[in-house]
């Protein structure tokens, strides 16, 4: 069974910078993509980053330039750093494999406002 723990979020300013992590346990290969997701009030969840050994790491043109994806397999934690972050960011984000397992986290509230 897989799970993943996602923490790191909060309330920050427009232009501000939050770092995300995940905590995946069960049986996620090293090898096996991961992802970022996020689900604003109102729309569907979409697909942010994804992280794999075999590809450069995506991204949604919406972040691109400013989030970067990492992971550390030894800690089997996936990290998402955001900056300059916008209103438009403000979302549940989650972590997932790409394509994702049926089970998904709690999430974590990222809130950009002044």
């Known amino acids: 069974q897989v799970q993943f723990v996602e923490s790191g979020g909060g309330l920050v300013q427009p232009g501000g910078s939050l770092r995300l992590s995940c905590l995946a346990s069960g049986s996620v290969s090293s090898s096996y993509a991961m992802g970022w997701y996020r689900q604003a009030p109102g729309k569907q969840r979409e697909l942010v980053a994804t992280i794999a050994a075999v590809y450069s790491p995506y991204y949604a043109d919406s972040v691109k330039g400013r989030f970067t994806i990492s992971r550390d397999n030894a800690k089997k934690t996936v990290y998402l750093q955001m900056n300059s972050l916008k209103p438009e960011d403000t979302a549940v984000y989650y972590c997932?494999?790409?394509?994702?397992?049926?089970?998904w986290g709690q999430g974590t509230q990222v809130t950009v406002s002044s």
């Open positions: 997932n494999g790409n394509p994702a397992f049926l089970s």
